[in-house]
């Protein structure tokens, strides 16, 4: 079946860094948009990057411009993030997410992983 | 950046009746929003996209409507496991925005 799951999350110093992966299985993951969102302890969803699914557009959140990178790697059907500089505020619990529409753009999330807990502090 | 109010914030309702949530968008995003419903515990699961589209497997209970910056989620008639938090968001524009979350909780 269709299936996205995380790892990579844990608890970090302010300043560190935190790649944090996202498994896909079940659909041709080469041909599908991927986002990364994250819901703070208590509070709302927050989305925070996209990549296209040929590798040609990304873009990220403006709390996360510049410190996060997303990335793929279609060989492993993984996507990933690189969390650089990271920050207390950046406390969540990351979720990858997958767009819905084949080669194109749709702009929802119609299947999520289980997420993943960062925590920063220190 | 389109910000999306959702209300009420809490909404207190009995098994088998109707409850119908509003989410306003600070713009217009065309019919581009989406509706997620979030269980405690779990991630979200997509209900309706293109503000009125149910996704694959959800009950027709659940209906969306709306344009521009006005939309509604609707439960027809509400089931048990239907009582948890609601997320609208758009994707008219970049940033992707959700809304702060409506929560359906047991009257």
Same mark, same amino acid.
């Given at each position: 079946?269709?299936?996205?799951? @995380?790892?990579?999350?844990? !608890?970090?110093?302010?300043?560190?860094?935190?790649?944090?992966?996202?498994?896909?299985?079940?659909?041709?993951?080469?041909?599908?948009?991927? #986002?990364?969102?994250?819901?703070?302890?208590?509070?709302?969803?927050?989305?925070?990057?996209?990549?296209?699914?040929?590798?040609?557009?990304?873009?990220?959140?403006?709390?996360?411009?510049?410190?996060?990178?997303?990335?793929? =790697? #279609?060989?492993?059907?993984?996507?990933?993030?690189?969390?650089?500089?990271?920050?207390? @505020? =950046?406390?969540?619990?990351?979720?990858?997410?997958?767009?819905?529409? !084949?080669?194109?753009?749709?702009?929802?999330?119609?299947?999520?992983?289980?997420?993943?807990?960062?925590?920063?502090?220190? | 950046?389109? &910000?999306?109010?959702?209300?009420?914030?809490?909404?207190?309702?009995? $098994?088998?009746?109707?409850?119908?949530?509003?989410? %306003?968008?600070?713009?217009? &995003?065309?019919?581009?929003?989406?509706?997620?419903?979030?269980? %405690?515990?779990?991630?979200?699961?997509?209900?309706?996209?293109?503000?009125?589209? %149910?996704?694959?497997?959800? $009950?027709?209970?659940?209906?969306?409507?709306?344009?521009?910056?006005?939309?509604?989620?609707?439960?027809?008639?509400?089931?048990?496991?239907?009582?948890? &938090?609601?997320?609208?968001?758009?994707?008219?524009?970049? $940033?992707?925005?959700?809304?702060?979350?409506?929560? &359906?909780?047991?009257?």
């Amino acid at each position: 079946q269709v299936q996205l799951v @995380e790892s990579g999350g844990g !608890v970090v110093q302010p300043g560190e860094s935190l790649r944090l992966s996202c498994e896909a299985s079940g659909f041709t993951f080469s041909k599908y948009n991927m #986002n990364w969102v994250r819901q703070a302890p208590g509070k709302g969803l927050e989305w925070v990057a996209f990549m296209r699914y040929d590798g040609n557009n990304k873009y990220y959140a403006d709390s996360v411009q510049g410190r996060f990178t997303i990335s793929k =790697d #279609n060989s492993k059907n993984t996507l990933y993030l690189q969390m650089n500089s990271l920050k207390t @505020e =950046d406390t969540a619990v990351y979720y990858c997410a997958k767009d819905p529409a !084949v080669a194109a753009y749709s702009g929802s999330f119609d299947i999520w992983g289980q997420g993943t807990m960062v925590t920063v502090s220190s | 950046e389109i &910000v999306l109010t959702q209300s009420p914030a809490t909404l207190s309702a009995s $098994p088998g009746e109707r409850a119908t949530l509003s989410c %306003r968008a600070s713009q217009s &995003v065309s019919i581009n929003l989406a509706w997620y419903q979030q269980k %405690r515990g779990q991630a979200p699961r997509l209900l309706i996209y293109g503000a009125s589209t %149910r996704a694959t497997g959800i $009950p027709a209970r659940f209906s969306g409507s709306g344009s521009g910056t006005e939309f509604t989620l609707s439960i027809s008639s509400l089931q048990s496991e239907d009582f948890a &938090v609601y997320y609208c968001q758009q994707y008219n524009n970049w $940033p992707r925005t959700f809304g702060q979350g409506t929560t &359906v909780e047991i009257k």
